[in-house]
Nanobody, 125 residues
């Protein structure tokens, strides 16, 4: 599985962005997916996960009710809709695919075997 993230940019606080993660390979639809982010000088943190069907999602407390993860298996793409953005959301955002098909998504980065290149999100105050 190869992943390509896009959609980042500069936005004012309170604004919105939608990140996309396009996957190659015929088996994308079998894998749990996650979004993670890493701010300068900090560790890579869990943001949201989605299971292989799209029927189960989870969110970090810091983004709950503001961000929405979704996937379109027909388009081999996972999305992260980000609303009410805050300066503390500034980071490089990464999409990732889990190690094994048909498994429950994990919030731990080391459980993900495939990573996109990252897309920068900057929120100005």
């Amino acid at each position: 599985v190869q992943l390509q993230a896009s959609g980042g940019g500069l936005v004012q606080a309170g604004g919105s962005l939608r990140l996309s993660c396009a996957a190659s390979g015929p088996t994308f639809s079998r894998y749990p997916m996650g979004w993670f982010r890493q701010a300068p000088g900090k560790e890579r943190d869990y943001v949201a996960t989605i299971n292989w069907t799209g029927g189960s999602t989870s969110y970090a407390d810091s983004v709950k009710a503001r961000f929405t993860i979704s996937r379109d298996n027909a388009k081999n793409t996972v999305y992260l809709q980000m609303n009410s953005l805050k300066p503390e959301d500034t980071a490089v955002y990464y999409c990732a695919a889990g190690r094994s098909a048909y498994t429950r998504p994990s919030i731990a980065p080391h459980e993900y075997a495939y990573w996109g290149q990252g897309t920068q999100v900057t929120v100005s105050s």
